[in-house]
């Protein structure tokens, strides 16, 4: 395997990769690419005629992942009608599996389709590639819809994902309407009792089977510590198996009642891209960040080699700080991201998936594939107990305007340039109707 890498990083080099739509010179390596598929679809090479005549009539969408003069990537999608769009091909070369090309790519191809506004995404895949496709759509907000056997061959199934997006922000008063409407409703739940913060639905199985699902939903900021075992005892009064936690907030502690799935905002906003949840408090914060760790953040991804084992286009989403904010940076938040000279301006944001404390060694061993420094360079960021702050985000965005030093004052007047500063989500719409991206 570490061969394999090594001559993989020898091939590509020091080169960024590009992301872009179809162009007739593609024809012969998305053919290629393509065709990798075969195993799991054999007409797959009349179907891709079919779609590239539908391509170049521009009929359909298809971006490719370009590297060094070599597609690395292809997705194909269209729409089955005026709400709906169908991921027909998602593929990344065999050649470049591993190298985060694919998250870049979704995540382009899943904006492309917001800016046309757009309600639902879906894709299929074959049941050999579940392991693998599952868990990566699912980071990116698709869920599992069903199973289609004989689709395609034989006594084997094709599985079905979908994502949903809203265009809308959603307070604390509107998050269990929400709640009910588009994450159970329209996903075919049926609601058979609700209380003041709860919902008790029902999920067919089969025809003359179902079971009952207990739903509490949370908007405190500070939940009671016993919840997760005050949430147990309700549901049990009521006879539901299956528990199901919303919070419109992170939680401040672990549920550690394992029969509790837990769903919260960050969840929330990524499952619903690009619903925007307006919190009262732990909007966001503005950070500084060098130019060059900025330039591998925000999509100008380059093949880097910290280690000897460190090489990755597009999985650098982990920046380190000082730990004096910890209690106050939370899962959920948004991430603005201030270059510092000789850009000086907010560029974009990131959304915070997740805050840790602990010592530079350790978040080290756990993001090292992550990160965009070295240990050396975490452990200028520890504190006395030997201690750093690691940030690992989410969904990034690149604004479309660069907001300068001057404007970001006038909206934060206590802005340093060298530190932190955290922002309302008032102050938050500001900059994202500045930068180019606030949905309206």
Known sequence: MKKTSILRFDLIGETSMVVRNYVKNDRDQITKIVLELQKYYPTVRQWLLRQIEKIEKGEIICKVAELGGKIAGVAISGRKNEYCVKLKTFKI??????????????????DYWVNEKVRKIYVTFAEEEVDELLSFFQEYGFLFDGVSP???????????????????????????????????????????????????????????????????IVTDLEPSKKLGDEMVKEAEK???PSRILVSYYPLPFEVKNRDIKVIDGYDIETLFYPVVLRRQKYAGLISSIEEKYAKRILYDPTQTLLSADKKSLRVDKVFYKYPQ????????????????????????????????LDAPENLYEKYEKKGVLTLKDIQTF????????????????????????????????????????????????KLRELGGVRIK
Request: hydrophobic share 40%.
């Open 238 to 240: 009521l006879k539901c």
């Open 325 to 356: 904010a910890f209690k106050e940076i939370r899962r959920g938040s948004t991430f603005v991201f201030y270059e510092s000279e000789p850009i000086s301006a907010i560029t974009g944001e990131g959304k915070i998936k997740e805050v840790i």
């Open 150 to 216: 004989f689709a395609y061959r034989k006594d084997v199934s094709e599985y079905i994902m979908s994502k949903l997006q809203v265009y809308s922000e959603i307070t604390e008063e509107e998050f269990a309407d929400f709640i009910w409407n588009y994450l159970f409703r329209l996903r075919g739940y049926r609601k058979i009792e609700e209380g003041k913060d709860f919902l008790v639905l029902q999920k067919l199985i089969s025809l003359k089977e179902a079971y009952k699902i207990f739903v509490k």
């Open 93 to 110: 070369a065999d050649e470049f599996q591993g190298l985060g090309i694919g998250p870049r790519l979704l995540e382009e191809v899943i």
């Open 382 to 429: 520890a504190d006395r107990q030997n201690r750093v702050l690691a940030i690992s985000l989410g969904r990034i965005i690149r604004y479309k305007d660069k907001i300068p030093l001057y404007t970001i004052q006038e909206i934060r007047p206590n802005f340093n340039p060298q530190g932190a500063s955290f922002i309302s989500q008032g102050e938050l719409d």
